[in-house]
């Protein structure tokens, strides 16, 4: 009986499953930055939705980036986001926020990609990035103004 097979066999099925079924993040979060999310958002400013909706109601200048999948942005978001992927950020960001001191706002679904966002953002320059605490859940769960 020929067992050459058994050990690589074995060593794949040992590998633990980075697969998170039934999240939308899953196959982005699987590509993030090589940052932990731990990490990640102690390196960056963060704001809570109630500081975002005080922003948004006092006229506070800022633009705010559904950091998102495509699949992820057709569903529903943010009714005055603009959407440019985590994957594109970086390559995108200089022609649609030119200026590196201009408030920006970065959001995903839960806030892991937003948060490896804005060290991106940071690392190209940008001084005054912050991201959405809880993501686009907790900007639902507030009732704030949506677009399909």
Known sequence: ???RWIAPVA???S???SCRSGRPESQASQRESSIPAKDASEQIKEISISQLKDWM???QAFTLIDVREDNEWQAGHAATAIHISRWTLSGKIGTVVPDKTARIVLYC???VRSAAAAVSLQKKGYTNVYSLIGGFKNYQLAGLPMQK
């Open 1 to 3: 009986m020929d067992t």
């Open 11 to 13: 060593l794949i099925l």
């Open 109 to 111: 679904l839960g806030g």
């Open 15 to 17: 590998l633990p499953c």
């Open 57 to 59: 109601t006092t006229g």
